[in-house]
T-cell receptor
């Protein structure tokens, strides 16, 4: 049984560009949450998707948006990238219980 | 709003020695508490969770944690650490245990194991 998978593993973008990160949840999970983990910090909750709708959102600007597909996979989009967006982006999936995390996508903004 | 404080940024322990990592939370109602471990280049792995009932919870890899409501604490313990325990440890809190809420994490404690 495959766990949570994320792509790509690493990504380098230039300030002002846009980026899309992808997440496939663990089999049987219908809820996907996204977190941003800056270097030396704990993960911070960005938002959560359930039934293709954004159910909850953390304290992140509208430049951060997402989508969930009918197969429960999800995308995180970040527009107008800033240097401060450089971080590890973690996806977690769940279905009425604990959240299972993927390995993350390391985004570097130059 | 809930918050989590992990007072120790780094902790160094000799292999075979006991370990205690501290976690204090701030939340108005009964919290759902978690400890996660993150090894270099890896995602987060759940060690244990507290939802209700017995305040001493057992987790994987020989870890346990004790919930103390009076001290707003949920400290992680292990009687004898192994070199493979070297990693980053995060305490987290959630309003529910259903996975329907975002987790609030502490800043983490970096565990170093001395031979």
């Amino acid at each position: 049984d495959a766990g949570v998978t994320q792509s790509p593993t690493h990504l380098i973008k230039t300030r002002g560009q846009q980026v899309t990160l992808r997440c496939s949840p663990k089999s049987g999970h219908d809820t996907v949450s996204w977190y941003q983990q800056a270097l030396g910090q704990g993960p911070q909750f960005i938002f959560q998707y359930y039934e293709e709708e954004e159910r909850q959102r953390g304290n992140f600007p509208d430049r951060f948006s997402g989508h969930q597909f009918p197969n429960y996979s999800s995308e995180l989009n970040v527009n107008a990238l800033l240097l401060g967006d450089s971080a590890l982006y973690l996806c977690a999936s769940s279905t009425g219980g604990e959240q299972y995390f993927g390995p993350g996508t390391r985004l570097t903004v130059t | 709003a809930q918050s989590v404080t992990q007072p120790d940024i780094h902790i160094t322990v000799s292999e075979g020695a006991s370990l205690e990592l501290r976690c204090n939370y701030s939340y108005g109602a009964t919290p759902y508490l978690f400890w996660y471990v993150q090894s270099p280049g890896q995602g987060l792995q759940l060690l244990l969770k507290y939802f209700s009932g017995d305040t001493l919870v057992q987790g994987i890899k020989g870890f346990e944690a004790e919930f103390k409501r009076s001290q707003s604490s949920f400290n992680l313990r292990k009687p004898s650490v192994h070199w493979s325990d070297a990693a980053e440890y995060f305490c987290a809190v959630s309003p529910t245990g259903t996975g329907a809420d975002g987790l609030t994490f502490g800043k983490g404690t970096h565990l170093i194991i001395q031979p």
